[in-house]
C-alpha cells in the first residue's frame, strides 16, 4: 500500500514538473543557447582556407599549417576565447568506434573548437548529439554516408561537412579537421568518454581528457563565455 502510493505520488510529480521542465528547456535551447554563441563556421572555413592555402597539401607542414590557424583563430575571436595550440595538450579520442587525437582550442557550454584527426585513417559512427557540428577538413579526406546513401560525400582540405544535430553518419577520416559544434556540449561529452571504460582502459588518456576540458570549460566561464 505505502508502495502503490508512493508510485502514485511520484507519478503526480513527474506530471506536473515534466511540462515544466520541458518548457523552460523549451525557452533556454531556442532563446538563450544560440545568443552564446561566438564563432561563425563561415568565417572558420575562411580561415582555414587561408592557412591550408599556405602550409597544405603535398609539400604542406600540417604542424605548420594548425600553428598558422591558430593564430588566425586568435586574432579574430581573440586569445580570451581561442587558446594557444599546446601541443602537451593533444589526447587520443575514441568514440563511435573511430579513433583520432585532439587538441581544444575553445570549450564552453554552449560551443568547442578542436583540431581533429589521424594521419593514419579511421571509420566509425558520428555520434547522435545535441548539436550543430561544422567539421572544415584541413588536411587529407574524409567521407560520410547516411544509411540510405550509396555514394558517399567526399570533403577534402578546405571543404566544410555541416552536420545537423539529430543526425548521425558512418564516417572515414584520414587527415586532420578543425570542428565546431554549437549546442549542448555536456551533453555531448559521455560519448567522447565512454570507450575508455568499455574498450580502451586508457584511464591517464582520460584523466587528461577530462582535466584538459574541465580547464578549458572553466577558464571560459571565468571570462563570461558560457
Ligand atoms: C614542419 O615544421 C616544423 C616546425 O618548423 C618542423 O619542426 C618540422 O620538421 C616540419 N615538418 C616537415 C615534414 O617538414
Redesign the pocket.
Known amino acids: 500500500m505505502a508502495c502503490g502510493c508512493s508510485i502514485f505520488n511520484f507519478c503526480r510529480s513527474f506530471a506536473i514538473y515534466l511540462p515544466i521542465f520541458l518548457s523552460i528547456f523549451y525557452v533556454l535551447d531556442k532563446n538563450i543557447l544560440p545568443k552564446l554563441y561566438i564563432f561563425d563556421p563561415v568565417k572558420l572555413q575562411e580561415l582555414s582556407q587561408q592557412s591550408i592555402e599556405l602550409y597544405g597539401g603535398e609539400n604542406g607542414?600540417?604542424?605548420?599549417l594548425f600553428e598558422d590557424l591558430t593564430g588566425r583563430l586568435q586574432k579574430e575571436y581573440g586569445k580570451k576565447y581561442v587558446a594557444d595550440l599546446n601541443h602537451e595538450e593533444w589526447v587520443f579520442n575514441n568514440a563511435g568506434g573511430a579513433m583520432g587525437s585532439m587538441v581544444i582550442l575553445h570549450a564552453s557550454i554552449s560551443e568547442y573548437l578542436i583540431i581533429f584527426g589521424t594521419p593514419l585513417g579511421t571509420e566509425g559512427h558520428t555520434g547522435i548529439h545535441m548539436a550543430e557540428d561544422f567539421f572544415t577538413i584541413l588536411t587529407g579526406e574524409q567521407r560520410s554516408v547516411l544509411p540510405h546513401q550509396v555514394e558517399p560525400m567526399v570533403f577534402k582540405a578546405g571543404d566544410q561537412n555541416h552536420m545537423k544535430r539529430g543526425d548521425g553518419n558512418q564516417y572515414v577520416l584520414k587527415g586532420y579537421a578543425l570542428e565546431l559544434a554549437q549546442g549542448w556540449i555536456p551533453s555531448m561529452l559521455p560519448f567522447g568518454f565512454l570507450d575508455t571504460f568499455t574498450s580502451t582502459l586508457d584511464w591517464g588518456n582520460l584523466w587528461k581528457t577530462v582535466y584538459y576540458t574541465a580547464k578549458h570549460m572553466i577558464g571560459q566561464m571565468l571570462v563570461g563565455k558560457f
Do not use: D
Open positions: 607542414n600540417t604542424t605548420l
